[in-house]
């Protein structure tokens, strides 16, 4: 059974910082893309951030230079450091495993930036 557990959201004063952790198993973690996703209310889902099975990670723009995706294939979980944090950036976050013919995803953590 594939799981994909989120932890690490909570509520945060603007400026300050979170690390978000997704935790997977049942897959071969280390060959998977693994991405984060977030959806704000009323919003769609939007792609933050994504790292291959070999290391190279990509950003949307609103989160450059702000957010850092990592992986430790040792321990099967994927990181989202999250810097400077903007009221913009209140949204429910989502972990994906990606692999071609397989599309894996957690339940969500709420992130909350509010003063």
């Known amino acids: 059974q594939v799981q994909l557990v989120e932890s690490g959201g909570g509520l945060m004063q603007p400026g300050g910082s979170l690390r978000l952790s997704c935790a997977a198993s049942g897959i071969v973690f280390a060959i998977y893309t693994m991405r984060w996703y977030r959806q704000a209310p009323g919003k769609q889902r939007e792609l933050v951030a994504s790292?291959?099975?070999?290391?190279?990670?990509n950003y949307a723009d609103s989160v450059k230079g702000r957010f850092t995706i990592s992986r430790d294939n040792a321990k099967n979980t994927v990181y989202l450091q999250m810097n400077s944090l903007k009221p913009e950036d209140t949204a429910s976050y989502y972990c994906?495993?990606?692999?071609?013919?397989?599309?894996?995803w957690g339940q969500g953590t709420q992130v909350t930036v509010s003063s």
């Open positions: 994906d495993a990606w692999y071609p013919g397989s599309d894996y």
């Open positions: 790292i291959s099975s070999g290391g190279r990670t």
